[in-house]
């Protein structure tokens, strides 16, 4: 309605805008606005703050940093990923060293928490379980682990193993009962160049598995071909679109 259509809150005063400006990225901001039952998530910066996550409480109405504990001050945890697991948000953002880590916050004012010490590359969730790629450290600092997926169910502390990879799982997608995902094959010999695979979990090890392969991982003439834009389609299918030189760019669907 009209009357009850009002500012929130003037997080930047003055001619500046809370979205306005992204110092890492040197563009506008994305604000990645999430809602984790109810409780609304987001980016923005504000007046000695680059961006980092405020939450706003729907009963009480009160906005607040939800993230400047992990790099406090001026200096931004640069928070991505931004994602929604029942009332809580998981969000990739790295510590002042530069250690990139999963992190969750429910907002609640009491910052945010890490949640392993797993290095996230991207996460995807679809009702009650959320999905992250990324390598595992070795224990004492000695190497890290292969391209691993995880599984977060909404009241789990630490995520699980489902699989791993010869590459970092993309394209993470949630959908009715799990995910779905691509993985380029690890190795090419040109021009006999590997296909892209197609992956989908169900959130167990055994019903993690490969549905067909598309398109190609090729460093020669043509370049690589790959997915983009990957949807949830609802009803367990996702969507997805795929370029490449003989007929252009084309919609997909998996199920």
Known sequence: TESGTTLVRDLYPGPGGAFDLDVIQSGRLSPQLRNADGRLFFLAESPGLNAEVWGRDPASGVL???????????????????????????????????????????????????????????????????????????????????????????????????????????????????????????????????????????????????VTNVGNFCPGPGGNVYPSNPTDGGNGIFYFTLYDPFSGQELYVGD
Do not use: H, M
């Not at 948000?89 to 949640?115: C, E, H, K, Y």
């Open 64 to 210: 607040g940093l939800a993230s400047d504990n992990i790099a406090p001050g001026p200096i931004s945890s640069d928070p991505s990923n931004l994602t929604a697991l029942g009332n809580r948000l998981l969000f990739i953002a790295s510590t002042p060293n530069g250690s990139q880590q999963l992190w969750t916050t429910d907002g609640q004012g009491n910052g945010a928490f890490r949640v392993s010490d797993l290095i996230p590359y991207s996460i995807a969730a679809n009702s009650d379980t959320a999905f992250i790629s990324g390598i595992s450290l070795l224990p004492g600092g000695l190497g890290s682990t292969g391209a691993r997926l995880w599984k977060l169910g909404e009241s789990d502390p630490i995520p699980e193993l489902l699989g791993e990879f010869g590459n970092l799982p993309a394209g993470l997608t949630g959908v009715d009962g799990g995910a779905f995902f691509w993985v380029p094959e690890p190795y090419c010999n040109f021009p006999y160049c590997q296909p892209l695979q197609i992956w989908k979990t169900d959130g167990t090890q055994t019903g993690t598995a490969r």
